[in-house]
């Protein structure tokens, strides 16, 4: 039932709004709005009753194990929103001067340098709002470093087949061309094309690692010396951060840009789609382009700086300071963690998924790549169990569902034909990896004895499968009152 | 667990890097801190900013927020989940975000709405892009944006859209009005130009001629972008009114509908559109369908205009966008009903009316525009605008917010701003304080 179906004419949530005066008799008529809006009218009962019926119709990972590749569903302690939320910080005005602001500007400024060191880079931004604007961000300073050296020959960005869709996307919002470069069985790119591929027309290449099948890149250093002997630059993608995280940093794998995926890694929440944080950090040369604003330490004094201080930066990306508020949360996150906890992040999520890995091919289904070592994440591909049950992953994923359990990534990567993409992050228990095995089996039981169970999933969650097909024909978009007969 | 994958050390699940490439450990990281201490650091942190009551608007706007909205936003079920891809593990957030889409379109007065940008601004730059694809008879590429838009908006959008051969074209605006003039657009446009940029109310709360300017855009094939305030519309004439066909895009931030201002975020950009252009619109939308029995439900559809199937050819890169805190916008405009947000954007307006009328009274402070304004207004001052703002602060008043850095011509100038938060108590004691303020600086000049 929506909100709409609640309404009746003149209820409110009355002590919530200021009693009426309005006097707009200074503002001509003509700009005045026509009608009243149509806004539901309900009681504030009403409506905390349904928001709270209604989330109740969600998977979250505070309710359920989210092993979900390629997205980090990691656990989000609560103390890192309930400080974020502490009344000092809400009720900060972005335009308050930086000499008012300095506990926050501290919080940023600090939250800076770790990065820096967490990720072996020179300098960081906070500014992009999510992944895919650092990325933008990213790309963007490659296209400014080439200009500022009078360098208009490079048209192209290099991206792997197997990478997420906003680096193609990315790519062209910056005015690229996309070429695409093949992966190779066992993960790694294919060199040789890569090899064919790279040249003077090389803006930059853009490189998740551990790739999106959940491999390390073994030719990483080789990867980074032909791109950068063509003259192009290295883009590191840090959504699949979780896997290296005090193991490895991108700086010292010869990354000449990064963003990180504070919601992933960093464990802000996700909030059913956002916010997240795309902070970007860059070596020396990089560094003057980076975007706005950049909080600075100038002899104890926090500042943001600004166009004069750097006059070559590619700009700001956003109103005011990108998403502070997630910011904070990531800084208290690493505050708790700590040094012996960041370095421990890794070694714990690669633990989970090579154990569920190790547990997969023990109970019979296959995986895409089984003669590697697994990242934070593997891929199982459900090919075999699709042509003899007629089961596809999508199946797995929905019946999974009714288990309790949030359907792995399916269908992504793109060249592993029927695959679900498991990340178990680091804050699972065994005895959860377990019953997500247990239950995966159990799928497998029942696609080979009552196929029809599985095809048909999920069955016991507030809906049935959706017709996606038709909502798309028949554009429903939003809720319009019945016109009155 | 070792031994189920077969190894006797952690080291050996990372043998495949390269070990001269491993790092030993994050040498520049403090240890870890109990949640007891962090607790202590962040309330020190927060004591550290210095609270004033807020006069600044500028974008960013303090209004109450009920208890409830953040009460049930930040529960687990819709703070920790995810996109909700798979739908039917999702329909409490899909279901919200499909009255999100009805309330803000029934707001602006457009057809449809997607599910959220990152703010304002990076919205103002997504409408941009989305008017150059969607306008077919314009060729040129060319954007009127007026100076009368949010400076920071015009930054970002010209960072965003820069790379794709699009040129913004700046419009002064008349001095004595703090209006854009259509005179103005018109010389600017040339003889073809894709879109037509209006914010309304202003940058400086002035308020345009949008009929006007509206009607000339779209006699002269192009398209109307606007951006607007969405709690001004609960009383001004919405997006969809303006002409005699609306505008075709209308963006703006949705902070003033629930979100706290937080130091500039998270708050969420909003873009809605006519009909005509849904499948140019970037990011998430969610429809309203039935599953295999029948029953109502909810999903992410249009998908193919997004990066995950398009790719390259995708009409935006966005992926993640601001949905928690549309989670919580939803809420705050069920709560508030159309009457709530009606009663709080006059009072709003009254406060501001008010506010002005007290400070324009006091010797060397005069407004820098005739005409109605909405909610925020730009006065002159006799003295630096930065060292009064600065002496007022001191005094526990955030004065406005000095517009010497965008807007050099009109002199010592400060765009004020008072919500329905503001008593008359707060006003009264700005105007003492800018009074003494002002009188001090006065007696100083005429001692030296």
């Known amino acids: 039932m929506l909100i709409y179906e609640h309404s009746r004419p003149g209820r409110n949530g009355a002590p919530q709004a200021p009693v009426s005066k309005a006097d707009l008799s200074d503002i001509p008529p003509e700009l005045l709005r026509r009608g009243r809006a149509g806004l539901p009218e309900v009681s504030e009962l009403q409506a905390v009753r349904h928001y709270t019926r209604l989330s109740k119709k969600n998977f979250s990972i505070d309710t359920h194990f989210y092993p979900l590749g390629s997205c980090t569903m990691k656990y989000n302690p609560r103390a890192c929103n309930s400080l974020a939320m502490l009344p000092g910080f809400l009720s900060r005005h972005p335009l ?219 700009g700001h990306l956003s109103a005011f300071m990108g998403n502070a508020g997630v910011l904070i949360r990531a800084y208290i996150y690493m505050r708790l963690l700590g040094k012996a906890g960041m370095e421990r992040v890794a070694e714990f999520a690669t633990l989970n998924a090579n154990y569920m890995m190790a547990e997969a091919k023990r109970r019979g289904f296959q995986l895409a790549i089984p003669e590697r070592r697994a990242s934070h994440e593997f891929i199982i591909t459900l090919k075999k169990e699709a042509s003899e049950f007629h089961v596809t992953a999508m199946d797995f994923a929905k019946r999974l569902l009714d288990l309790g359990y949030h359907a792995p990534t399916t269908y992504f990567p793109l060249l592993v034909p029927e695959c679900l993409l498991i990340e178990p992050t680091e804050s699972e228990a065994k005895e959860a990896l377990d019953g997500f095995m247990d239950a995966l089996e159990q799928i497998r039981g029942e696609a080979r004895n009552h196929p029809e169970i599985v095809t048909t999933a999920p069955h016991t969650l507030p809906v049935k499968r959706l017709d996606e097909v038709s909502a798309a024909r028949k554009l429903d978009l939003a809720w319009k009152a019945e016109p009155p007969a | 667990m070792l031994e189920t994958i077969g190894i006797r050390n952690t080291d050996e699940l990372f043998e495949e890097i390269p070990s001269h490439l491993k790092v030993s450990g994050l040498e520049g990281i403090p240890q870890g801190m109990t949640e007891m201490e962090v607790s202590r650091l962040m309330h020190q942190r927060a004591a550290e900013n210095r609270q004033a009551v807020c006069f600044i608007g500028a974008g960013a706007y303090e209004h109450h927020i009920p208890a409830a909205v953040w009460q049930l936003t930040t529960r687990g079920e819709y703070y920790t989940a995810y996109t909700p891809y798979q739908a039917e593990a999702s329909q409490g957030t899909l279901q919200l975000t499909y009255e999100f889409q009805s309330m803000i379109t029934a707001l602006t007065d457009m057809d449809v709405s997607n599910a959220s940008l990152y703010d304002g601004a990076s919205a103002l730059a997504e409408a941009v892009l989305m008017a150059v694809r969607g306008n077919r008879k314009s060729k040129s590429r060319r954007i009127i ?201 006059a009072a709003c307006h009254a406060n501001t009316r008010e506010l002005v009328a007290q400070l324009s009274t006091i010797d060397g402070v005069r407004t820098a525009f005739n005409g109605p304004i909405f909610h925020e207004s730009v006065l002159l001052l006799d003295r630096p605008a930065d060292e ?60 030296a």
Not at chain 1, 259 to 267: A, D, R, V
Not at chain 2, 174 to 187: E, F, H, N, W, Y
């Open chain 1, 96 to 314: 308050t001067p930086d000499r008012h602001s300095q506990g926050f500007l501290a919080c940023m400024y600090e939250l800076q340098s770790m990065l820096c060191e967490a990720m072996g880079m020179t300098a960081f931004s906070l500014a992009p709002m999510a992944g895919a604007q650092g990325e933008f961000a990213g790309i963007k300073m490659i296209s400014a470093y080439h200009k500022a050296n009078n360098d208009d020959a490079r048209k192209e960005i290099l991206v792997p087949d197997a990478a997420h869709g906003t680096n193609p996307a990315t790519a062209t919002m910056c005015g690229y061309s996309v070429r695409e470069i093949p992966t190779l069985d066992s993960g790694d790119v294919d060199f040789e094309a890569l090899q064919t591929a790279v040249g003077p027309q090389t803006a930059g290449l853009m490189l998740t690692n551990p790739s999106t099948l959940g491999v390390f890149e073994r030719q990483i250093e080789k990867i980074a010396a032909i791109v950068h002997e063509a003259g192009g630059l290295l883009y590191y993608d840090g959504a699949n951060l979780n896997a290296i995280l005090g193991k490895i940093r991108p700086g010292d794998m010869g990354f000449d840009v990064i963003h990180t995926n504070l919601h992933k890694t960093f464990s802000t929440p996700h909030g059913g789609g956002g916010p997240g944080s795309g902070a970007v950090g860059v070596a020396d040369r990089l560094k003057p382009f980076l975007p706005l604003p950049i909080v600075a330490d100038d002899n104890g004094n926090y500042r943001r700086l600004t166009e004069q201080d750097a006059p070559r930066s590619i």
């Open chain 2, 388 to 447: 009064v703002l600065e002496a007022l602060i001191a005094q526990g008043i955030l004065g406005g917010y000095d517009l010497a850095a965008d807007y050099p011509e009109l002199g010592s100038a400060i765009l004020v701003c008072a919500t329905e938060l503001r008593t008359e108590e707060d006003m009264m004691a700005y105007r003492t304080e800018l009074q003494a303020i002002l009188a001090v600086e006065t007696r100083h000049k005429e001692t």
């Open chain 2, 145 to 345: 944006i007026p100076r009368t838009v949010h400076p920071a908006y015009r930054k970002t959008a010209d960072t965003i859209v820069s790379g794709q051969n699009i040129e913004l074209v700046e419009v002064d605006y008349d001095r004595a009005s703090g209006t854009v003039q259509l005179d103005a657009i018109k010389q600017a446009a040339g003889d073809d130009i894709t879109a037509v940029v209006i914010q309304q109310p202003s940058f400086f709360g002035t308020l345009e001629d949008v009929d006007a300017i509206t009607d000339w855009a779209h006699q002269n094939n192009a398209l109307v972008i606007s951006i607007t305030n969405p709690l001004s519309i609960a009383v001004l004439k919405p997006p969809g009114q303006w002409g005699g066909n609306g505008a075709d895009i209308a963006c703006g931030d949705g902070q003033p509908l629930g979100a706290p201002l937080s130091s500039g975020g998270p708050y969420y950009g909003f873009l809605c559109c006519s009909k005509a252009l849904v499948r140019q619109m970037p990011g998430r939308i969610v429809g309203r369908t039935t599953d295999v029995d029948g029953k109502e439900g909810f999903v992410l559809t249009l998908q193919a205009r997004e990066q995950h199937i398009r790719r390259s050819k995708a009409t935006s890169n966005i992926c993640t966008n601001q949905g928690l805190v549309v989670t919580a916008s939803t809420i705050h405009m069920a709560i508030l009903g159309p009457q709530g947000l009606e009663n709080t954007a």
